[in-house]
């Protein structure tokens, strides 16, 4: 990292979201809970989700009243094992967090629960909704539409959102399976860092209407925001690298996300009606399946905790001492990060200082 960062230790810069949140009309237990969800990311070390996101992709849409800080949720239909919840635009965590548990619940008495959600906006790292589920001896799955950003193979324009499609799973080990990843080569979160940063884009991340590569990492924002550029899918370009897998994945999260619950798809996620901005009026699904009406849970960890340390220690490329399995690195994130907080580069400062002075929030003397 660059030496204009600066490390904030997480209960300051957690208090300091839940207030900012409240600022704007959040209510104080919904505040807490994204707040809660934005700092596990800064835990994990996914910097593209966590405090970075707060001015611009909550304060600025709540300020520009195309999200709403008061989370209405309504059951629209719901049996033994589903529900479909309407989350009228409204806070994405809460909505997630709240239906994620709705699905854990249906799952302790029937084995399995599943919660579709319409009308929900971003709910921050998609894992978070995972862990809740592995952290109570369950596998849990989600997935996520966006505004369109992946062009399909062999096209170039921005269709399908970067629609990450989640799974947590518990070991017996100190962290649990988690593979949290988007549909697209990488999310636009991602972009946004490089941004930041000033750093050029890897060659194939984002093509142009022409089918070439953009690495111009501000410019490649500018072009996916005014629909001139697109995301690849997990992949890459064409079928040589295996693109169209990433692409028919991020399809089946665009039909789940929209065909269960009547909810929007494809272009309707713009965020934009005749120019006007509007709600992104996002999908969600839920899946949580009760380990122990399989199998006894502590086996279920043995035997996981025993794939993935085979997996580890089978046999390293030449130059690589080491193997990872997901969540792994999230773990070591946590325990290189637990006493130091979160990294604070020079524009989430400015970002920060222009909360804090222009609501008002007292208390705060950074060092920055």
């Given at each position: 990292?660059?030496?204009?960062?600066?490390?904030?230790?997480?209960?300051?810069?957690?208090?300091?979201?839940?207030?900012?949140?409240?600022?704007?009309?959040?209510?104080?237990?919904?505040?807490?809970?994204?707040?809660?969800?934005?700092?596990?990311?800064?835990?994990?070390?996914?910097?593209?989700?966590?405090?970075?996101?707060?001015k611009?992709?909550?304060?600025?849409?709540?300020?520009?009243?195309i999200?709403?800080?008061?989370?209405?949720?309504?059951?629209?239909?719901?049996g033994?094992?589903?529900?479909?919840?309407?989350?009228?635009?409204?806070?994405?965590?809460?909505?997630?967090?709240?239906?994620?548990?709705?699905a854990?619940?249906?799952?302790?008495?029937?084995?399995?629960?599943?919660?579709a959600?319409?009308?929900?906006?971003?709910?921050?790292?998609a894992?978070?909704?995972?862990?809740?589920?592995?952290?109570?001896?369950?596998?849990?799955?989600?997935?996520?539409?966006?505004?369109?950003?992946?062009?399909?193979?062999?096209?170039?324009?921005?269709?399908?959102?970067?629609?990450?499609?989640?799974?947590?799973?518990?070991?017996?080990?100190?962290?649990?399976?988690v593979?949290?990843?988007?549909?697209?080569?990488?999310?636009?979160?991602?972009?946004?860092?490089?941004?930041r940063?000033?750093?050029?884009?890897?060659?194939?991340?984002?093509?142009?209407?022409?089918?070439?590569?953009?690495?111009?990492?501000?410019?490649?924002?500018?072009?996916?925001?005014?629909?001139?550029?697109?995301?690849?899918?997990?992949?890459?370009?064409?079928?040589?690298?295996?693109?169209?897998?990433?692409?028919?994945?991020?399809?089946?999260?665009?039909i789940?996300?929209?065909?269960?619950?009547?909810?929007?798809?494809?272009?309707?996620l713009?965020?934009?009606?005749?120019?006007?901005?509007v709600?992104?009026r996002?999908?969600h699904?839920?899946?949580?399946?009760?380990?122990?009406?399989?199998?006894?849970?502590?086996?279920?960890?043995?035997?996981?905790?025993?794939?993935?340390?085979?997996?580890?220690?089978?046999?390293?490329?030449?130059?690589?001492?080491?193997?990872?399995?997901?969540?792994?690195?999230?773990?070591?994130?946590?325990?290189?990060?637990?006493d130091?907080?979160?990294?604070?580069?020079?524009?989430?400062?400015?970002?920060?200082?222009?909360?804090?002075?222009?609501?008002?929030?007292t208390?705060?003397?950074?060092?920055?």
């Amino acid at each position: 990292m660059d030496d204009s960062v600066i490390w904030i230790d997480f209960y300051t810069m957690e208090r300091f979201m839940v207030d900012v949140f409240k600022a704007v009309g959040v209510p104080e237990e919904d505040a807490r809970i994204c707040a809660d969800v934005l700092i596990t990311s800064d835990k994990r070390g996914i910097d593209s989700h966590g405090i970075n996101r707060l001015k611009p992709i909550y304060i600025d849409r709540i300020k520009d009243g195309i999200l709403s800080p008061i989370t209405k949720i309504e059951v629209v239909k719901e049996g033994a094992t589903t529900a479909v919840v309407d989350g009228n635009n409204g806070m994405g965590h809460v909505i997630g967090r709240k239906s994620m548990a709705m699905a854990l619940e249906k799952a302790r008495t029937y084995g399995m629960g599943m919660v579709a959600v319409r009308n929900s906006s971003h709910y921050g790292i998609a894992g978070y909704y995972a862990l809740m589920a592995a952290d109570a001896d369950m596998i849990g799955m989600t997935g996520s539409n966006a505004r369109p950003s992946i062009a399909p193979t062999f096209g170039v324009e921005n269709m399908l959102g970067t629609n990450p499609l989640v799974f947590g799973i518990p070991t017996d080990e100190d962290f649990p399976f988690v593979i949290d990843c988007a549909t697209s080569i990488t999310q636009r979160g991602k972009i946004e860092v490089y941004a930041r940063q000033g750093r050029d884009l890897p060659f194939g991340w984002v093509v142009d209407q022409e089918g070439r590569s953009t690495t111009d990492a501000g410019e490649a924002l500018r072009q996916l925001i005014d629909g001139t550029a697109a995301l690849t899918p997990l992949g890459g370009i064409g079928e040589d690298g295996g693109g169209y897998k990433g692409y028919g994945y991020a399809t089946v999260v665009e039909i789940l996300c929209a065909a269960l619950q009547a909810g929007g798809y494809l272009k309707m996620l713009t965020g934009f009606n005749n120019g006007e901005k509007v709600p992104y009026r996002l999908g969600h699904f839920f899946i949580a399946i009760d380990i122990s009406h399989f199998i006894d849970i502590n086996d279920f960890k043995r035997t996981a905790g025993r794939i993935l340390r085979e997996i580890r220690s089978s046999k390293k490329m030449p130059g690589h001492d080491r193997i990872y399995t997901a969540g792994e690195k999230e773990h070591c994130a946590w325990l290189e990060r637990k006493d130091r907080g979160v990294p604070v580069n020079r524009s989430l400062q400015e970002d920060i200082i222009a909360l804090r002075d222009d609501l008002c929030i007292t208390g705060y003397a950074f060092p920055f």
